[in-house]
């Protein structure tokens, strides 16, 4: 561990890549020359325009979008796409599909019906507390959209591959996995994620929109809430959340560059999440708590078999350098959130110190 860091597990915000931090703090009073801090400069100028347009080539690349996407960065996080969502693409007598396989899936509901929408939940894993991703869904043939939550932050579960709803667009909740392995986004109308998770600070959301779907808007909305009045300003229709943005174009440079793009960075992740599930599974002493076959590759959730022990566990972790291990303040438990950033020896670390409690109280 270096300059007094800690093992941050945390589940959002989350940890960042340390050479992206060190190298925000080298160049943070005088950005590229400019004299001027990141957050000193005009959204206006030659120097922010760089950061957000290779912010936008890059997100292109990663994930291999065509000519008919735009991404987007907008503010009010993930919930704020709660309610765009059907705002901008269900007029009077439409209809849209959703899939609910969690907390955040359920709010994204609500912010629906809330407006009087019409919904239909096409599947639902509440009967089992969330523990599982839903198989062989069946999709009303007039929705206009399918919206999922493609990785389930809180309960810890992933869809590991998307649902086949034929010509209908999925919508996905990425926050928690956005760029954390391939996808192919041709299945997709708009892919959004809170940043503070997988790819930067909080403050902004990134929403990567698909052209067809733009003209679906209704006329008479805000315009601070239009995906049109940010597609047709490059996102600066009002001013960005310009730091935020930097940060995210450097660990999309980070991805690229270093880790060599989203399939190494899948490997990756599946050899953390591996190694964690291996040493839960390999003894009685711990227990996960979301089916195997749907088990997230980024929040492992699980328990302490004699549960009286999690307060401790909890306080142990604490004390030997480790951040963030407590489940969701909602359901209890333990979470490791193994981000991108998170590395191999991070989690080799965490499992070494699993074995010594394991061994200590079992
Ligand atoms: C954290 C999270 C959200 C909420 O994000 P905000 O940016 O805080 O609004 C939504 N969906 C998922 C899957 C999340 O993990």
Request: aromatic content about 10%; charged content about 25%.
């Amino acid at each position: 561990m270096k300059e007094n860091r800690i093992y941050n597990f945390n589940a959002g915000p989350a940890t960042l890549p340390l050479g992206i931090l060190e190298e925000i703090r080298d160049s943070f009073l005088n950005f590229k020359g400019s004299g001027m801090s990141i957050t000193e400069i005009s959204h206006r100028s030659k120097w922010f325009d760089d950061v957000i347009n290779d912010a936008i080539e890059r997100t292109k690349r990663l994930l291999n979008l065509n000519e008919n996407f735009h991404v987007l960065f907008l503010q009010g996080g993930a919930s704020m796409q709660f309610c765009m969502i059907p705002m901008n693409f269900l007029r009077e007598g439409m209809s849209a599909d959703y899939v609910n396989t969690g907390i955040w899936s359920t709010k994204a509901i609500k912010e629906a019906q809330i407006q009087g929408k019409q919904i239909r939940v096409a599947a639902s894993s509440e009967d089992k507390n969330f523990s599982y991703i839903p198989e062989n869904v069946q999709f009303s043939d007039n929705a206009v959209y399918v919206h999922i939550t493609s990785n389930n932050t809180i309960k810890g579960t992933q869809w590991a591959s998307f649902p086949d709803t034929g010509s209908i667009p999925l919508v996905a909740d990425m926050s928690s996995d956005i760029m954390s392995r391939p996808v192919n986004a041709d299945k997709f109308g708009l892919i959004y994620a809170g940043a503070q998770k997988n790819i930067g600070p909080a403050g902004v959301c990134m929403v990567i929109i698909r052209d067809d779907m733009l003209k679906m808007a209704p006329d008479r909305l805000p315009s601070m809430l239009k995906y049109t009045t940010f597609a047709s300003k490059n996102s600066m229709y009002n001013t960005p959340p310009c730091f935020a943005i930097y940060t995210i174009q450097l660990v999309l440079k980070w991805l690229e560059e270093t880790v060599g793009g989203l399939d190494k960075m899948g490997e990756i992740n599946r050899k953390k999440g591996r190694l964690l599930y291996d040493f839960i599974d390999s003894g009685s002493f711990y227990k996960g708590t979301a089916e195997p076959e749907s088990r997230s590759m980024m929040n492992v959730t699980f328990r302490i078999k004699d549960e009286n022990l999690e307060k401790l566990f909890i306080q142990e972790s604490l004390k030997n350098g480790f951040s963030g291990l407590k489940g969701h303040r909602s359901v209890g438990g333990c979470r490791a959130s193994i981000y991108n950033a998170t590395t191999i020896e991070a989690v080799e670390t965490l499992v070494d110190f699993m074995k010594t409690f394991e061994r200590k109280n079992g």
